[in-house]
């Protein structure tokens, strides 16, 4: 026992002495620090390589260089970054500076201190971020600038905004115009690389709750950092176990993200102008965002087109379509409220959005419309539409969400209030065998005895309608298995009252017609759906999805019909306090419900293979439909109950930059009650509607193929989508028309013979020396085949015909291109297209159409020195080949702006817009379709001039960095 005691002694002094030395050692050369160094990208997030990095003490001396270089190294699977240990001797207690630089970007440093106690043991672990250079001289005479517009950062799209030269005073919509592979439409829908945006966010947020055009029109450009485009997942995605090809299927969004400065500023803007011909605008808008709570407060008001109050200004718009400047002459007012909290540490979020909108118009129209009969026989119909109409509505969004590590919670509640008030003229009158034309347009002026019948009316529109949807989403992750289980039940219900008063006068060439009428028209309707999935991983390539969703659907649609006595009395009509000789017409006053039941089974499979990702969704649906309609004394009741079977297959593959989609899915409709049910309504005089008990369901089959490729060397893009789409049974109105009398009947029926296939294609890219140059064309393929029903009966019914099914096959193709010049604040561009449409049919009475559609013109933005700036579209449309030679006509559009910035930072701008200067634009539309042929003038807008006044500011208790 002794002898071991002195051996373990022996071994505790030999173990001390060896111990020793090492910790005299620690305490001796106390002449260094380990330091952990990772160096990004502000922009791209991304690690960078080959950073400068330089030591320097209290004084500036330079003490030590290092050439940092980031890799990786694979060990079992796991990837570890290599970091540079910077070892210098430095002295406890002093302060120093570490400074990283790389040619292209800001020098970023750090100064810190050396501490005392903790010297020689601890290790810091920093992070620095690396700006891009806005100012890189490149040569001895040229200065321009270096930046990079968008990189590619995994999965995500980033677009460096401080990379596209704006205008002063630019909003967010001028931005998303310039970057690569987006189109922005005129009403704040936008596509990237021919994909449709389903949200635009701000900072990750949907804050503008499905109305992207209030950010569009009032978020300043400047305080914008970047935007990114990606696939974004929903709120309780985490719970999830999901692969790269499965992220790459969510919704896409695009996500504006703020500048640092600029959070926690109030951003405001003021506009106010008005014009010629009496067009007057005002808006303004407040702003402010956080770390956890944004709001923002507008309201707008205008009679000169934005039809929702903050639609793109069709004054600066560079894509000019001559159709779409034919804007109604009406008055918009909208206001609205966004708060949003998020609690990203509790991971708590709610938020909610109030808007309003009190609106009028006033719509005139004329038009003439050509019907194809069969047997070399057709008719014409002219028509006089005057219809004002006052509206408006209140909605409230509001969502509140509360994460936990295995379960996600999520509530909406959604309101809807709305009232319509109108007054309707119309007067019409149809012709048989008559020749269409154009200058009938003007007036009713043909003689009587040529027409089948001339008609009056005046009608009172009053309707009151609200809905609600309550939403509740549970989802909960099984602690044993990983599994996922997800409930959720969404209620919505609606209420509609309408009251219409019409008074109209049939005058035909057999007898005279005069009503004095009054409906009431209640509807409502109440769904519930209730869903639950079950989501697992098979294995690591094979993840299976079964699902069950009950829906239950009650709607609700009466109509009580009173008849006035009396004559006609187009000016005033009778109201029911002063109408002793009211009646009802219970032959077409009517109750019609239906009530609808749907279970639906469902199994989602989806495998993925390195590139490859498939997914298949095969569900099944059995539905009961209990359809009532108390019309005609008696109760029409029908039951309907069949299994539908839509199954979808989408495909991905992506290989050496490229992506290809393969898309497939099918869909059932069943036909309505109105549709269905063994009726006849009378009510209007020259229109009447009769069911259809025989009505089979219609099936539609959709494919489509697409190719997605960028290079962002020189921000290249290409993209092209192959897709045809086919309906059987498709549900067509068969329609027979009396000559003598002028009525159509409508019966619905099916038809085969609608598909219709498309070749969609687009491509974009910079080039040039400095990548100034910027070319974008977009090319179009249409066929499609219309199918419809036509039938005649003439002379007293004494010759009748079947009805024939009628194809219009239309052919349309397009080409678009531009090429644009962008140095510093000046973008000039030439935009030029073409468009060739045929249709052609096997109605002998069809006349058919072929024309061709083109415009050219250049256009020009320049933000010129003292803060003005100039904006100029020079368009001409040309229009040719087509047989009615009134359709061939030349059009030059000019519209153009100039601006005035002053004020302190600019925050002034007097602004004056030009639409349609030369007063070129025609109110004439055309429609082509199996019925026949539609060409309608509106009172449009026209030309005018608008001088407004805007101001812009933000408040910051920070400084701010413009």
């Not at 001409?876 to 004020?903: E, H, P, Q």
């Not at 030009?914 to 379709?929: A, K, Q, W």
């Amino acid at each position: 026992m002794d002898v071991r005691r002195k051996n373990c002694v022996r071994y505790f002094i030999i173990c001390l002495l060896v111990l020793m030395p090492k910790g005299v050692l620690c305490q001796q050369k106390n002449d260094s620090i380990p330091i952990e160094v990772k160096v990004y990208n502000s922009f791209t997030r991304e690690k960078m390589d080959s950073v400068t990095l330089k030591l320097f003490d209290a004084n500036g001396v330079l003490l030590a260089t290092e050439l940092m270089r980031t890799r990786a190294k694979i060990s079992e699977g796991v990837v570890i970054d290599i970091v540079p240990n910077l070892k210098m001797k430095l002295m406890p207690g002093n302060s120093y500076r570490l400074c990283a630089s790389q040619k292209g970007f800001v020098e970023v440093c750090k100064d810190f201190e050396v501490p005392v106690k903790l010297y020689g043991r601890n290790v810091d672990k920093w992070e620095l971020e690396m700006e891009l250079d806005k100012d890189l001289m490149l040569d001895a005479v040229d200065v321009v600038a270096s930046k990079v517009k968008m990189v590619m950062n995994g999965d995500t799209l980033v677009y460096n905004a401080d990379a596209f030269k704006l205008a002063e005073g630019s909003m967010l919509d001028k931005l998303i115009e310039q970057l690569p592979g987006v189109t922005l439409s005129d009403g704040g829908q936008i596509k990237v690389n021919g994909q449709f945006v389903s949200s635009l966010l701000i900072n990750g947020k949907d804050f503008f709750k499905g109305n992207p055009t209030v950010a569009l029109q009032n978020l300043p450009a400047y305080v914008v950092k970047n935007v990114k485009v990606y696939n974004k997942a929903k709120d309780d995605a985490y719970l999830y176990e999901r692969s790269d090809e499965e992220r790459k299927s969510d919704p896409l969004v695009m996500d504006v993200n703020l500048k640092k400065e600029f959070m926690g500023t109030v951003l405001g803007n003021f506009d106010a102008g008005y014009g010629s011909r009496d067009r007057y605008m005002a808006k303004g808008f407040l702003s402010r965002f956080d770390d956890k709570l944004s709001t923002a407060v507008y309201a707008s008001v205008n009679n000169a087109g934005f039809r929702d109050g903050f639609s793109r200004d069709r004054s600066r718009s560079v894509v000019w379509d001559a159709s779409s400047l034919s804007t109604n002459d009406a008055t918009y007012r909208q206001a609205g409220l966004n708060v949003d909290y998020d609690d990203k540490i509790t991971r708590r979020s709610a938020g909610f959005t109030l808007e309003g909108c009190s609106n009028s118009q006033n719509n005139r129209s004329e038009s003439t419309t050509l019907n194809y009969m069969p047997y070399s026989a057709s008719y014409s119909l002219l028509s006089q539409d005057r219809r004002r109409d006052s509206y408006g509505w209140l909605r409230l969004d509001a969502s509140t969400s509360m994460s936990f590590s295995r379960l996600h919670w999520i509530a909406e509640l959604n309101g809807y209030i709305g009232r319509n008030k109108a007054m309707a003229y119309k007067r019409s009158g149809q012709l048989y065998g008559f020749g269409w034309q154009i200058s009938d347009l003007d007036t009713l002026t043909v003689r009587e005895r040529d027409f089948i019948n001339l008609y009056k009316s005046v009608e009172r529109v009053k309707s009151d309608n609200w809905n609600a949807r309550l939403g509740h989403l549970i989802t909960y992750k099984l602690p044993f298995t990983g599994d996922v289980i997800n409930l959720s039940v969404i209620g919505y219900h609606s209420d509609s009252r309408n009251k219409n008063m019409l008074s109209n006068m049939l005058v035909s060439r057999s007898d005279n017609d005069v009503r004095n009428d009054y409906y009431a028209m209640p509807s409502r309707s109440t769904n519930v759906k209730a869903t639950l999935t079950y989501d697992y991983n098979l294995n690591k390539r094979v993840k299976i999805t079964p699902s069950y969703a009950f829906v239950y659907t009650d709607y609700r649609n009466d109509r009580d019909l009173y008849h006035f006595g009396g004559d006609s009395l187009m000016s005033v009509l009778p109201s029911l306090t002063d109408s002793i000789s009211m009646s009802i017409d219970l032959r077409q006053s009517y109750v019609n419900r239906t009530q609808t039941r749907t279970h639906r089974a469902g199994l989602k499979v989806r495998y993925t293979l390195d590139r490859l990702s498939v997914t298949a969704n095969l569900p099944v649906s059995i539905v009961d439909k209990d359809m009532l309609d108390t019309r005609a004394y008696s109760g029409l009741k029908q039951k309907r109950s069949f299994t539908a079977f839509e199954p979808s297959v989408n495909c991905h593959i992506m290989t050496g930059g490229h992506n290809f989609y393969v898309n497939y899915n099918m869909t059932v409709n069943s036909p309505n009650a109105n549709q269905v049910l063994d009726y006849t309504d009378d009510t209007n005089l020259l229109m009447i509607k009769k069911g259809n008990p025989d009505l089979r369901n219609s099936i539609t089959h959709s494919a489509s193929v697409s190719f997605y490729q960028v290079r962002f060397s020189n921000s290249q893009i290409i993209n092209a989508t192959l897709s045809y789409n086919k309906t059987l049974h498709a549900i067509a109105n068969g329609r027979t028309f009396d000559a003598l009398t002028g009525v159509t009947q409508i019966k619905p029926m099916n038809i085969e013979g609608n598909w219709n296939t498309e070749l969609t294609g687009s491509y974009e890219s910079n080039f040039g020396k400095l990548q100034r140059f910027k070319v974008k064309t977009t090319v179009n393929g249409l066929i499609a085949d219309n199918a419809d029903y036509q039938s005649l009966t003439i002379s007293d019914g004494n010759q009748s015909h079947n009805l024939v099914r009628s194809i219009v096959t239309n052919y349309d193709a397009s080409c678009t291109a531009e090429l644009t010049y962008n140095v510093d604040k000046l973008r000039v561009g030439v935009r030029g297209g073409i468009r060739g449409i045929w249709a052609e049919s096997n109605l002998d009475s069809f006349e058919s159409v072929h024309g061709v559609d083109s415009h050219v013109g250049p256009v020009v933005s320049w933000g010129l020195p003292y803060g003005f700036y100039v904006e100029n579209t020079l368009m001409l449309y040309c229009r040719t080949g087509y047989t009615d030679r009134s359709m061939n006509r030349n059009s030059l559009i000019w519209n153009g702006a100039v601006a005035k910035s002053f004020g302190k930072s600019n925050a002034w701008t007097l602004r004056v817009d030009g639409v349609d200067i030369l007063g070129e634009l025609r109110n004439l539309s055309r429609v082509v379709n199996a019925q026949g042929v539609t060409e309608t003038w509106r009172n449009s807008i026209g030309r005018f001039v608008l001088a407004h006044l805007q101001y812009r500011f933000s408040i910051s208790k920070k400084p701010k960095q413009q």
